[in-house]
């Protein structure tokens, strides 16, 4: 009796279903739902699925809609929408809203094409109706706007798709993501006016998953007839969401889409514009006493700082970081401007915003001068740019005149910068890289592996050439001498040889012109090609030259050796070594601390990041030593003994020197050729004692000629020495370290350049 009522009431629970859903009556229809539970039975999944979808349960109307084993078109297409606006309700809750009180219209309709894929219908008010597939054919059109777009996948440049079309577009775009710098992200707007459109493609697409444009951050949707507010609304919260650079537009949607954005635009930049006139307008009553006491020992007020840095780098961002803390523990108001999300960028709006809100004494920012900032930064603010990179936007005439009496350049290379590319010497403040203290233990053990090196120099050196000539590719000539001048530098280290410094690579490259009769006639292209041999190509096979000759020693001794980088494991000589990459900060000091020896190898002065970085952490450095490493100190030891302290160049230095020191002052001026290619050797030294690289009478670092090598001998040397004897290394890389933290601290280096501005700055009109 029990099981035939229970059987009786399931079917009549079915067939009261089956007649309230018939009849449009959700409420009662729910209601029965509710008291099946679980157990709906599968005739009546399909429209189940409806009334949950009826009452925004998205989830639970995918789950099941999913249950249905043959389901028909129709359940496909109310699957898939309630997969999309579950999604929706996660990651874009007030799309989600909108989407679901906007009621289907029959202007918007699915039809098919001749491929067998769907597309959407458009019946205007007036007019015939529109097929929103070009040509009819969806997946042709998508290949033809990706085609339009390969620019901007190429440079990253911001996408916008006005008009929903068929929707095919969207989802390929969520799937063809460019491989930027880093953890960049390609923005895209998506823009439709109508809600009933996007309502009929979220039927036909699934959108959702981690690469569906639902759940990607870097698409933004702006749906409805009030998108233009929409967007206009959210950038001038946000300033850094990104404008879009190119588009796709779609029918006559997109083009009035078009036309819309343009006020979208102006009505952005309208608040931008009173803005910049506010600032230009203070700074250009700021009073220069005030600010010069702004930089002094004991200003008058707290001053102000904004530092610009991008997260899409790896060393320079923690630069900029590293600066805001140095800055604060001396005193200053320094905040960060950097990109809050990958696909984030700082706009000249972001930036204006900053300004106003902080009204900053200066501005800080590594590796960019003022101009490229163009009518953003009024003219009377001090611009301070740290030079860490020979970059092409740094090394021309054009970038050098565009310097200003209140913008500043830090380099330890102002001679170079000086004579070949016109920055003003007086705007030039000798400064190189610098070291964050770190938190240290009190006591750890240096018992990981042997041997660790860290860099990204993991290409082989034909991979390094064929980037190199693609980078070449619009110079005919100059790719030429590339691939020329590579061979040889490729040859001459298979030999055991190497080229220290720029002018041995000039050299060579001379040599080469002459033999091939292949000239390089405009100078700045010349120093182009040597800059990029250098630093490129030179770079690599200087690393990898002595990395070899540690691999080898390490596989007679029996000792461990840990490469840390990208690519390394895709060397043929190094793979074995490879550990991947490893984080900046606290997992890169652990490491270094634990390792018995860590390498620094670089075709540079010594003092470089990394060696710097690693002795404040605590290790323990062996040090491929360079011709800058030596004739750097003798020169300025020299220059200490017999001369002026302000002089700065050889011209001077000939001149004031007494008759009995001429030749002497000859042969260091000799020695001291290496510099050639980096500027005046006297003014290059000087600029490195004032940033405090040097100091007369003094090594680079002290005992520097005990883990200095340049050999394979010395290296099998040097590992016998060290590897068993912790005390020694302990005491020299204590040493090292109480002068690194002396000379070469971020707090050390920001007093000396705030100093030195305030100065620059109270001179002005003297």
Same mark, same amino acid.
């Given at each position: ?23 449009? !009556? ?21 429209? $189940? ?63 098919? /094409?001749?491929?067998?894929?769907? /597309? ?53 775009? $969520? ?5 930027? +710098? ?25 959108? +959702?998953?981690? !690469? ?138 972001? #930036? ?18 003022? #101009? ?12 301070? &740019? ?16 565009? #310097? ?5 350049? =830090? ?16 705007? &030039? ?38 980037? %190199? =000539? ?30 220290? +410094?720029?002018? !041995? #690579? ?5 040599? /080469?012109?002459?033999?091939?009769? %292949? ?5 700045? +292209? ?13 770079? =690599? ?17 029996? =000792? ?45 002065? &010594? ?74 050797? *006297?003014?290059? *030294? ?27 001998? &010395? ?9 068993? !004897? ?8 204590? $040493? ?31």
């Amino acid at each position: 009796m029990m099981g035939d009522m229970s059987s009786c009431v399931d079917h009549q629970s079915v067939t009261l279903f089956t007649e309230a859903f018939a009849g449009g !009556d959700f409420e009662k229809a729910d209601g029965l739902l509710t008291e099946m539970g679980k157990a709906v039975p599968g005739e009546l999944l399909a429209a $189940a699925g409806q009334v949950h979808l009826h009452f925004g349960r998205w989830r639970e109307a995918a789950k099941l809609l999913g249950r249905i084993i043959n389901p028909t078109p129709t359940d496909q297409l109310h699957r898939t929408f309630a997969r999309n606006m579950g999604a929706m309700a996660e990651y874009r809750p007030a799309l989600c809203e909108r989407l679901a009180g906007a009621t289907p219209e029959a202007r918007f309709q699915i039809a098919a /094409t001749p491929s067998g894929r769907p /597309t959407i219908l458009y019946t205007p008010p007036v007019g015939p109706p529109t097929i929103l597939s070009p040509d009819n054919d969806p997946l042709g059109a998508v290949e033809t706007s990706l085609r339009k777009l390969a620019t901007a996948f190429e440079k990253g440049q911001t996408i916008g798709v006005y008009g929903f079309g068929d929707g095919y577009l969207v989802a390929a775009l $969520a799937l063809k993501a460019p491989q930027l +710098t880093l953890t960049q992200q390609q923005a895209v707007h998506i823009i439709a006016a109508e809600a009933q459109h996007v309502r009929l493609a979220l039927s036909m697409h699934d959108y +959702t998953g981690p !690469d569906g444009p639902i759940a990607q951050q870097r698409f933004h949707w702006w749906v409805g007839e009030d998108w233009a507010e929409q967007m206009r609304d959210a950038m001038l919260t946000e300033p850094q969401i990104p404008f879009p650079q190119m588009c796709i537009t779609h029918g006559k949607q997109g083009d009035l889409i078009e036309t819309q954005l343009v006020k979208v635009g102006e009505a952005i930049s309208a608040p931008a514009l009173a803005v910049q006139s506010q600032l230009d307008e203070y700074y250009r009553d700021l009073d220069a006493g005030e600010l010069a006491a702004a930089f002094s020992e004991h200003p008058l007020r707290t001053p102000r700082a904004l530092i610009i840095t991008s997260r899409f780098t790896t060393v320079l961002q923690y630069a900029a970081r590293d600066t805001v803390a140095a800055l604060q523990s001396l005193g200053w108001s320094a905040h960060l401007l950097i990109e809050k999300r990958d696909d984030y960028q700082i706009t000249g709006s972001a #930036v204006q915003r900053a300004v106003s809100d902080l009204k900053p004494d200066m501005v800080f920012v590594i590796d960019h001068l003022r #101009v490229e900032y163009p009518k953003v930064f009024p003219a009377n603010l001090p611009w301070v &740019c740290w030079i860490q990179d020979h970059l092409s936007n740094l090394t021309n005439r054009a970038a050098g005149a565009s #310097v200003t009496k209140r913008d500043f350049v =830090l380099t330890p290379f102002a001679p170079l910068y000086a004579q070949r590319h016109g920055y003003p010497m007086r705007q &030039c403040i000798p400064l190189g890289k610098l070291t964050r203290i770190p938190q240290r233990p009190e006591t750890w053990a240096s018992d990981g592996d042997d041997l660790a090196f860290v860099s990204h120099a993991s290409q082989t050196p034909p991979a390094m050439v064929e980037r %190199m =000539l693609d980078a070449a590719k619009h110079d005919p000539l100059g790719q030429k001498l590339i691939a020329a001048a590579s061979e040889r530098m490729i040859d001459l280290y298979e030999r055991g040889q190497s080229l220290p +410094t720029p002018l !041995d #690579v000039r050299l060579l490259l001379d040599e /080469t012109q002459r033999e091939t009769g %292949m000239f390089i006639p405009d100078p700045d +292209t010349r120093h182009f090609v040597i800059d990029m041999l250098f630093t490129q190509l030179n770079n =690599l096979l200087y690393r990898q030259q002595a990395l070899t000759w540690f691999a080898d020693a390490a596989d007679e001794m029996g =000792l461990s050796l840990a490469l840390y980088g990208s690519g390394w494991r895709d060397h043929p000589r190094f793979g074995k070594y490879a550990r991947g990459p490893i984080d900046y900060g606290q997992p890169l000091e652990e490491m270094t601390r634990k390792t018995k020896i860590n390498l620094q190898i670089v075709p540079f002065f &010594c003092l470089h990041q990394r060696l710097l970085d690693g002795l404040a952490a605590g290790g323990f450095f062996l040090v491929r030593s360079g011709p800058y490493d030596t004739v750097g100190p003798a020169l300025l030891a020299f220059l200490a003994d017999h001369l002026p302290e302000h002089v700065d160049s050889v011209e001077e230095a000939r001149r004031l020197i007494d008759a009995s020191q001429r030749e002497a002052l000859e042969q260091h001026l000799e020695s001291a050729a290496v510099f050639a290619e980096r500027g005046d050797p *006297v003014g290059i *030294v000087q600029s490195w004692r004032r940033a405090g690289w040097l100091k007369p009478h003094q090594p680079a670092l002290p005992r520097f000629d005990e883990v200095s090598f340049d050999a394979p001998w &010395c290296v099998r040397s040097h590992l016998a020495r060290f590897i068993h !004897d912790e005390g020694a290394r302990r005491a020299i890389a204590e $040493a090292q370290r109480q002068a690194v933290e002396q000379r070469l601290s971020y707090t050390t280096g920001m007093q000396r350049v705030t100093r030195q501005i305030g100065r620059l700055i109270e001179s002005e009109n003297r």
